[in-house]
């Protein structure tokens, strides 16, 4: 039974529509991360959290957000999709020691 | 700052032989490092960490990993590759307590390892 969970598994959209895409966790962990990583290539790290109000950029330039209001809960949303955005997502919670990894969003921007 | 260098982005191998899929770090404190695993279409799975304690980890499927601080060093080994381990394999760092980074996780490039019949 998954920890993690991302939805939806695969999104197809147009361009300029506004998308969020949601992870939660039932951990309790403070720290989670959102990562996008292309077909064969390696994970680039977006935004990441240390808990409740707190949200960071990661290495890689995004034009997405993130929130986190709840310890739960971290989604990312695109206010104008663009077929640049096409990609995959992986969100993952954890502490220093352990992480889990959700399944992925695999999003198609058209 | 932290990075991860996976040596080879693609290591073909027979069944039965030795997997060595090698991974070079850099982290100004402490680091944690993992090897996790991807099956096409699937979602990532952890082999195995180090966390400061036994240099040689032992993780799952019958892989194992040596820390070497003085290379900076974390291979992952299998004595014998079977079918089933034909995925993707990445070499990730945490840093430790201290650094700005600490708690992020970064990924190596991803090495892609093909067993042939």
Redesign the interface.
Known sequence: EADIYQTPRYLVIGTGKKITLECSQTMGHD?M?W?QQDP??????IH?S?GVNSTEK??LSSESTVSRIRTEHFPLTLESARPSHTSQY?C?SG?????T????TRLTVV | AQSVTQLDSHVSVSEGTPVLLRCNYSSSYSP?L?W?VQHPN???Q?LL?Y?SAATLVKGINGFEAEFKKSETSFHLTKPSAHMSDAA?Y?CVV?E??GGTS?????????T?LTVHP
Not at chain 2, 102 to 110: A, D, N, P
Request: charged letters at 20%; glycine letters at 20%; hydrophobic letters at 25%.
């Open positions: 720290k991360y990562y064969g290539m390696e994970l680039h790290l990441y240390y990661g290495d992986l993952a502490d220093r020691d352990s992480y990894f959700g399944s992925g | 944690s993992f996790y699937k979602g990532l952890l960490k966390t993707e990445f945490s430790g307590g600490y708690g992020k996780l970064t990924f190596g490039q991803g892609i």
